[in-house]
Structure formats: C-alpha cells, structure tokens
C-alpha cells in the first residue's frame, strides 16, 4: 500500500503502529473494510484548527466526530456524529428527529470520554460501543480520503469515506453536516472627542452646590445683589 501524502505529515498503516492508538481503536482495525492509515501529531495540536493550520491538512479534508445524548422519556441514549470540519452537526434538528428523541444535546465532556474510552480531543467512530448510532454526513461519507481522531490526542486516522460508512451501526444522513455561519461583525467602537464628556447639556455636575444652581437660575432682571 502506498502512503498517502496529506499535509505534512507521516502515515503509515495504523496496524504497524498500536501504540498511537486508543484501545478500542486498535481493538477495532482488523474489521474496517479498508485500509488505515495513522500519522503522530503534539498533543497541543489535536483539536481541529490548530491541527489544520499546523500540519496543512485542509478542514474539508478532515472530519470531527461529536458525542450527542438523545432524551425520550427518562431514557438517554449516546450517538455519534461524523461532518467535515468545516461543518457543523444539525444536532437538534436531524440527529434529535432521526434518534426520535424529545432533546439531543452534546455529551458532556466526562460522559464522552468514560463511554468510549478515548481521549476527548481524540474521539473518533472507529471502536465506539457497540450499539452507538454512527450518523455519518453524506459529504464524509463520499470523502476520498479523510483525517479523523485516533483514540488519543497523540495521532491521527486517514480512511476513505467509504471505509467509515460502512463501520458498525453507520447511517448516512443527507444534510447532517450544516455550513458554520460566520461570524458577527464586531460592534464599532466609537471614538469619542476630546471635548467629549459623560455630562450632556442641561445637566450640572455641580448638582450638589445649590448656591451655585441659584445663581445660574436667576433671571437677568433680578439685579446682581
């Protein structure tokens, strides 16, 4: 097999190297339906723009996989999501409606990480609890080759789109994967003047001096006593 050349980075088949993987996902590389492919990374790299900007693999080339907890009746049930990175999961739109949940909402860190024995930073659906929901945008699932978590914060998996569409209770899902708005503007600061003050006209900052507010007052007909 030959390497892929993707960004900067090294890969070799992820078989040749268990000890950049997370257990489960070295537990699970013997029934992907294709190759994997692993590349070390710094750990202080792993969350997604800073491992795009570092290592120049592109954010449509990389997908983030998220932890959702679906609610029906008392009951939570954990579910994992596939998009590019440079997209978002519809969460409480299609995840929530295809779950047939009442409310989905992303796991909490703890609860993410203590369910799939991975690294948060490193969640990846390669080695997710058997009986987990696999909701795989179609955009990723059509992916000639795509970088995802490794289990830890250390590394990284290359696979083809349809390696990850086939992984275990994988569904592809047209439109999981939503466009990230951009951002607001940020609110113009205005500049103020020199002359410029907190005290606008007809207030007195000498409110406390009534000589003085007397004085100011009095007609001009009233002499100056």
């Known amino acids: 097999m030959t390497a892929p050349q993707l960004g900067s980075l090294t890969w070799v088949p992820a078989a040749d190297r268990p000890d950049l993987l997370g257990a489960p996902v070295g537990a699970a590389l013997a029934a992907l339906a294709g190759p994997a492919w692993v590349a070390e990374i710094d750990d202080d790299l792993a969350d997604t723009a800073a491992f795009s900007e570092a290592y120049g693999v592109p954010l449509d080339a990389s997908a983030n996989c998220v932890v ?26 299609l995840v ?12 909490p860190q703890d609860v993410a990480v203590a369910e799939s024995g991975m690294a948060y930073g ?15 945008d179609a955009a990723v699932a059509a992916g000639e080759l795509l970088v995802v978590g490794s289990g830890t914060r ?8 349809s390696v990850l569409a086939a ?3 994988a569904v592809v899902l047209e439109g999981l994967g939503q466009p990230v708005p951009p951002s607001a503007p940020a609110a113009p600061v205005r500049e103020r003047a020199p002359d410029d003050s907190d005290v606008g006209w007809g207030e007195r900052p000498e409110e406390h001096d009534r000589d003085a507010r007397y004085l100011e007052d009095r ?3 009233w002499g100056s006593d």
Do not use: Q, Y
Request: with cysteine; glycine share 14%.
């Open 122 to 136: 490193g969640i990846t659906p390669v080695g997710l609890p058997s009986g987990w929901p696999v909701l795989v």
């Open 219 to 221: 007609p001009p007909h």
């Open 96 to 107: 929530r409606r295809h779950l047939g949940a009442r409310k989905a909402s992303f796991a």
């Open 68 to 93: 959702v907890a679906a609610r029906r009746g008392g009951e939570t049930t954990l579910a994992a999501c596939l998009v590019r990175a440079d997209t978002r999961a519809d969460v409480n739109g």
């Open 167 to 169: 992984l275990p209770g």
């Open 154 to 161: 250390g590394s990284k998996l290359a696979l083809s789109g």
